[in-house]
């Protein structure tokens, strides 16, 4: 796996993306939008940035913002942008975050670096053809929901690429079902982890082998959470307490940009 260094210029890039992207409505914290920038700058390999899930546009324009410094090319922003999780549709069927999706990457300066689909990842999906070396999956927490996103493009992700998950650590069990049982059971994977409610790793067919003792490690701490948020509702009481209590034994500080660097080539055995 060829050796990545991390931009001198990437802390002030990620500054000036954050900047931007604080200032869109959305569910994504500092730390993991640092994450998510340095993994666009630094990640190797070549292909496309792949992002399922842009609700109104937060992510994107992090995205967006680093891609657009480097020549990375456009981020593809895939939404149907009619989520039932966040839009009350019972009462307005019409219901859509498009249009302030679409008002915020314009105002953001980055609109021509995004490749928008209004659509689901299944219908991009199935007739994709370009190599990923970044996959951001945001979209539909349920399980068939995070399994179909990864599944529809995991094929297409490049050797030294990264798969990264939103909400593996709140209550949803897609997020952190495809994570446990398709990324860290896999000897196809190497380093991984969690910032926040992130949950990344990297694509390594060829010696995936070699961090097979870091991912047991944090599938250890991760998998008790999926017993807990299998059925998709709100918890209460003991349950949440619980759930909390196995959460609280999750590593998930935020890393800098060389220690994440770092991680890619740490084999913990």
């Known amino acids: 796996m060829a050796a990545m260094e991390v931009p001198r210029d990437l802390n002030a890039v990620l500054d000036a993306a954050w900047e931007a992207a604080r200032k869109v409505p959305g569910y994504l914290m ?12 630094c990640a190797p390999g070549a292909g496309s940035i792949v992002e399922i899930g842009s609700f109104k546009g937060k992510s994107t324009v992090m995205l967006a913002t680093v891609a657009a410094h480097y020549g990375l090319g456009k981020i593809v922003a895939i939404d149907p942008h009619n989520s039932p999780e966040l839009l009350d549709l019972k009462a307005n069927p019409e219901a859509s975050t498009f249009q302030d999706f679409l008002n915020h990457i314009e105002a953001a300066g980055v609109a021509e670096h995004v490749e928008v689909h209004r659509a689901y990842s299944r219908d991009v999906s199935s007739d994709w053809d370009r190599p990923i070396r970044f996959l951001w999956i945001d979209g539909d927490h349920t399980y068939e929901g995070a399994k179909t996103d990864f599944d529809g493009f995991f094929p297409h ?6 798969v990264a998950l939103h909400d593996a650590l709140n209550v949803f069990s897609g997020p952190i079902r495809v994570f446990v049982e398709d990324m860290l059971r896999s000897e196809h994977f190497g380093a991984a982890g969690f910032v926040h409610s992130i949950a990344w790793s990297q694509y390594r067919p060829e010696d995936g082998k070699t961090f097979e003792e870091q991912r047991a490690r944090l599938e250890r701490v991760a998998a008790p959470l999926i017993p807990i948020v299998r059925e998709d509702k709100p918890l209460h009481g003991l349950k949440k307490i619980h759930f909390k209590l196995k959460r609280s034994r999750v590593p998930r500080a935020a890393v800098d940009p060389s220690k994440w660097l770092s991680l890619l080539e740490r084999v913990q055995g």
């Open 30 to 41: 500092e730390n993991e939008a640092r994450l998510l920038g340095t993994i666009a700058a």
């Open 157 to 162: 992700v490049v050797a030294g690429g990264v």
